[in-house]
């Protein structure tokens, strides 16, 4: 059996390592503004709406994450549009843009010549075969992501706590807003790779709710966020390689371990505490 | 005094395609302390979220004559999210209108220092550094109190600033209030004629059109007179006023 070493001597390994550990930043940060904002669900809405633009992608012969890109931005755009301007429900409008983009997605994947190799580790992730240029285009995003919201930091933070109150004191709410859904849309479609479509909502909320366990800080939890995120990928990227068995659904399962084992380790602090 | 700090002449509002206000007529002056009360759904909240620039009219004008950041503002308590990650401090903070962004390392920038003061000025010290959702209902009004001091305002608009808190701290509050009321005007939006009546100076009533009362005594008839129906209940320890008291106020109506 190979030691952990060792596995860095492989190429195919080492873009795996810096996968998670881009995807640990990207999500870090930006789920724990989508956590505290409650929107989690937008962002679900958002991912499931990026399979449009995959099918379109495949069948147009383009880059699918282009497609996805695009889908991604868009849908995050329509949701807030249409909860702003055209007075549905938001849920409702997460909805309509969830189910339109999986139709697309189907439709254009069904019309697409041959069958669709990789389609499934667009569903469900596929850490091993992350290609150099997307591991560029990660390494890129998260460091804007880091300086942006280093930058921002106070603007995105009011804005976030408190919309209405923002307004009355200038800030650009609605700048800030546009700008974070397109970042949140460009981090799901380049960490679909990573977990996949159907499980990448768990990197962007299951590090912050651990995270959330040690702070109650917007600035601490994202760096602890990170920091989870990364034992939580890596972790599983290492399970996954020596069980074999597939490396999302592996993070994932690590993720929530990671969480219960802290919020249990809480728990027991709590009542030890309180006995005296 | 004929000095004025804001005017809102033949004001507007809709609010998902229903009138709200309809032609309402206010003038806010410097050390005012107005209590705006009115049945719910009468507009109150809309009044201010139309001074505040939240709503935008149908028709008619709002003018101020002091800068816009010199108007502090204390939304109802629950419109924010109590869970949020967020600190006292940081709330606190982002009271302050063009606050430096660039400070997320710096600990002695002056708006923080001055958020420091206010928060002692309003004997909450210890809980500088907890998370909002640890507070209680007075503690958490009172960082919103001192959030909305930031920029040392001359008009406060608070919204309801006496639900979800103990009658103590009500009583305190109001004390502040009274003591904030020397250096800038105060408009307050409360449900409890009561209670408001012994610390405001001048009432107006709101229900679709804004009636002013230049006295803080008022009686259930003129409430009725004002197209306002409203009950006038006391609780609490806190001494009241005469209400239902029988002068002759000359009340000038606005537009009936």
């Known amino acids: 059996m190979n030691t952990v070493i060792d596995l860095f001597s492989y190429d195919f390994f080492l873009n795996a390592f810096w996968a998670s550990f881009f995807a640990a930043v990207s999500c870090g940060i930006v789920g724990t503004y989508i956590v505290s904002r409650r929107i989690v669900f937008v962002s679900g809405g958002i991912t499931h709406a990026s399979f449009g633009g995959i099918g379109i992608g ?60 990789n389609l499934m580790s667009y569903l469900f ?57 397109s970042l949140i849309a460009l981090t799901i479609v380049l960490n679909i790779r990573v977990v996949g479509i159907i499980l990448i909502l768990s990197l962007l909320t299951l590090p912050q709710a651990t995270a959330n366990l040690f702070t109650k800080d917007f600035k601490k939890m994202m760096v602890i ?35 219960a084992l802290m919020k249990l380790a809480f728990y027991i602090r709590q009542k030890l505490l309180s006995r005296g | 005094m004929n000095e004025k700090l804001v005017e809102i002449k033949n004001l507007s509002v809709s609010y998902d395609q229903q009138r709200v206000l309809e032609q309402a007529n206010l003038d806010i002056h410097p050390l005012d302390f107005l209590g705006i009360i009115g049945p719910n759904g009468g507009g109150k909240t809309t009044l201010i979220k139309a001074l505040l620039g939240l709503v935008k009219p149908d ?6 004559h002091i800068p816009l950041k010199k108007v502090g503002y204390l939304p109802q308590i ?25 400070n997320v390392f710096r600990k002695d920038h002056a708006d923080r220092l001055y958020a420091e003061q206010l928060i002692d000025e309003m004997g909450i010290t210890g809980i500088r550094h907890k998370a909002i959702g640890e507070l209680s209902g007075g503690q958490m009004q009172r960082v919103f109190l001192c959030r909305s001091l930031m920029n040392q305002p001359e008009l406060l608009i608070l919204d309801e600033p006496d639900t979800f808190v ?38 107006a009533c709101v229900n679709r059109q ?32 005469v209400l239902g008291m029988h002068e002759n106020h000359d009340h000038h109506e606005h537009r009936h």
């Open chain 1, 225 to 259: 966020s990170v920091l989870f995120a990364f034992i939580g990928s890596f972790a599983g990227l290492l399970f996954s390689f020596y069980v074999d068995i597939p490396s999302g659904a592996s993070i994932i399962f690590t993720l929530v371990l990671v969480f």
């Open chain 2, 166 to 203: 103990d009658n103590q701290f009500e009583s305190e509050l109001y004390e502040k209030l009274k003591e904030l009321n020397k250096r800038m005007a105060i408009l307050l939006v409360s449900h409890d004629v009561g209670t408001i009546s012994y610390y405001v100076k001048t009432i």
């Open chain 1, 125 to 181: 992730g596929s850490v091993l075969t992350v290609s150099t240029t997307e591991l560029y285009l990660m390494g890129a995003l998260s460091l804007v992501l880091v300086l942006f919201f280093a930058l921002f930091y106070r603007l995105i933070l009011y804005v976030a706590f408190d919309e209405e109150f923002a307004k009355t004191t200038g800030l650009p709410v609605n700048l800030i807003n546009y700008l974070l859904i």
């Open chain 1, 58 to 117: 495949y069948f147009l012969g383009w880059s699918p994450l282009l497609g996805a890109a695009i889908f991604a931005i868009l849908s995050g755009w329509g949701i807030q549009l249409f909860t702003q301007k055209g007075k549905v429900r938001e849920d409702s409008s997460i909805a309509i843009w969830w189910s339109l983009g999986m139709a697309i997605g189907i439709i254009f994947i069904y019309l697409s010549p041959g069958y669709a190799p």
């Open chain 2, 210 to 241: 804004v009636h002013y009362h230049p006295s803080n005594v008022i009686s259930t008839e003129q409430l009725a007179s004002y197209n306002c129906p409203l009950q006038i209940i006391t609780h609490g320890h806190i001494p009241h006023t």
């Open chain 2, 59 to 64: 028709a008619g004008s709002i003018k101020f």
């Open chain 2, 78 to 102: 629950n419109q924010v999210d109590k869970r949020f990650p967020i600190t006292v401090l940081d709330v606190v903070q982002s009271g302050k209108t063009g606050g430096k962004f660039l």
